[in-house]
């Protein structure tokens, strides 16, 4: 069942919700190719002519469907604008409608509502592919409009009633509207979506980087000082040294002193950003979710009274957590819940199961196991289970006989 599913599963929401419209505009192609062919087939008229008007049909539903293909993709920004073929559908589509309206005229159609049909589809459905070429609302209402005066003043050269060129201009109105509505809608739609995923991959890429700056504006308040007086006391004892005082060598000892107290405190600004105090994570956490769009929240225990090295090791559980549901999942809400008795359970949900691999953990990159070696040299375990569309990483750590 995961081979069937898995080329639907690997796909994010947006790539899902763009399959979905490419397969709707394919669709429309059959729904045109099939509500025109038929009366075209049941018209009573010479062979060759009913035959040459069912390839344009054919041949106008293809160039739609490429038609809108071409322009999701250019409205996506993938290509440039497909001008030539849309010149082609629009000509075809207002060609082959005043054809069909010349061949009923001539007779060889005599079945007036039937050509009728197949002229009002030709431009509906050319008006549907035709709007992904444009761009705004203003542009596709004028299409439309023109498609609509345009009928009606090919039915007046045509020497049709005003009865009959009102018919056909308000026919082609509501068919080139609803096809102009539906292309011009999907097109929106899909638009928004890939606009809101690009901007939630920006605030994840934001929500890293001001970590970054955290770290590195930490680093800096804690080196500055020492190198500034590191430098001052070099540049004294190259001078001492020059004019052959001894008090050179205590400069250079003061030196070796403030240095080694330098060494002494980055590798505690390191110690302490990679093993942070476990309610500083978690409020790291939850800062860099909602910065990412993710409503996440904390229930339960804060962890402030647990042991240093459980603390420790659930801070990196709860950096690796929030880490793959930005990269790995789509989630729209993250739980964090942490529960202190005979164990320390820490437990973290969203709502964007991913692909298989991701959410298992069994990914190339993948920091769970990292995790579980780390739980286990304190007697504890990591669990991931999906259930209900919620993917849940949970981690237990033992307390008793864990010192504090």
């Not at 999701?72 to 010149?87: F, G, K, Q, T, Y």
């Not at 007779?107 to 459905?125: C, I, M, N, R, Y």
């Not at 600004?269 to 409020?283: F, I, K, N, S, T």
């Amino acid at each position: 069942m995961a081979r069937l599913t898995g080329w639907w599963d690997r796909r994010s929401d947006p790539a899902r919700i763009e399959l979905y419209t490419r397969s709707s505009f394919h669709l429309f192609a059959l729904i045109e190719v099939s509500a025109l062919l038929g009366p075209m087939v049941q018209a009573h008229g010479p062979g060759g002519v009913k035959s040459a008007l069912s390839a344009l049909v054919l041949v106008h539903a293809g160039l739609c469907a490429l038609l809108s293909g071409r322009g999701l993709d250019w409205i996506l920004s993938r290509r440039e604008r497909p001008v030539r073929l849309l010149a082609v559908v629009v000509a075809l589509s207002a060609g082959g409608a005043l054809a069909v309206a010349l061949v009923h005229r001539s007779g060889a159609l005599p079945d007036g509502s039937q050509t009728a049909l197949v002229a009002v589809g030709l431009l509906g459905f050319g008006l549907g592919a035709a709007v992904l070429g444009v761009r705004g609302f203003r542009a596709m209402l004028s299409w439309l409009l023109g498609a609509v005066a345009g009928t009606g003043l090919a039915g007046v050269l045509l020497g049709l009633g005003p009865s009959a060129c009102v018919t056909l201009a308000l026919a082609v109105l509501v068919v080139g509207a609803c096809g102009a509505f539906t292309s011009g809608c999907s097109l929106w739609l899909v638009s928004v979506v890939w606009e809101l995923d690009a901007a939630r991959e920006a605030q994840a890429q934001l929500a890293v980087a001001e970590e970054r700056l955290r770290f590195g504006r930490d680093l800096h308040d804690v080196m500055g000082r020492n190198l500034a007086v590191i430098a001052l006391k070099s540049e004294l004892a190259v001078q001492l040294a020059r004019h052959g005082d001894p008090g050179a060598v205590e400069q250079m000892t003061e030196v070796q002193r403030i240095a080694r107290e330098s060494q002494r405190e980055v590798r505690d600004v390191v110690r302490g950003y990679r093993g942070a105090d476990l309610a500083v994570e978690l409020a790291g956490a939850l800062s860099v979710l909602r910065a990412a769009g993710v409503d996440g929240r904390s229930r339960g225990d804060a962890g402030g009274g647990l042991p240093v090295q459980v603390q420790a090791a659930l801070g990196w559980v709860v950096r690796e957590a929030v880490t793959n549901v930005l990269r790995h999942s789509e989630a729209s809400s993250c739980t964090i819940r942490l529960a202190a008795g005979s164990a320390a359970v820490l437990s973290v949900d969203n709502d964007g199961v991913p692909g298989t691999e991701a959410a298992t953990g069994t990914g190339s990159g993948s920091g769970l196991a990292g995790l579980a070696e780390r739980l286990a040299a304190l007697g504890g375990s990591l669990e991931t289970e999906v259930r209900s569309g919620v993917f849940r990483l949970t981690a237990r750590v033992p307390l008793r006989g864990a010192d504090v």
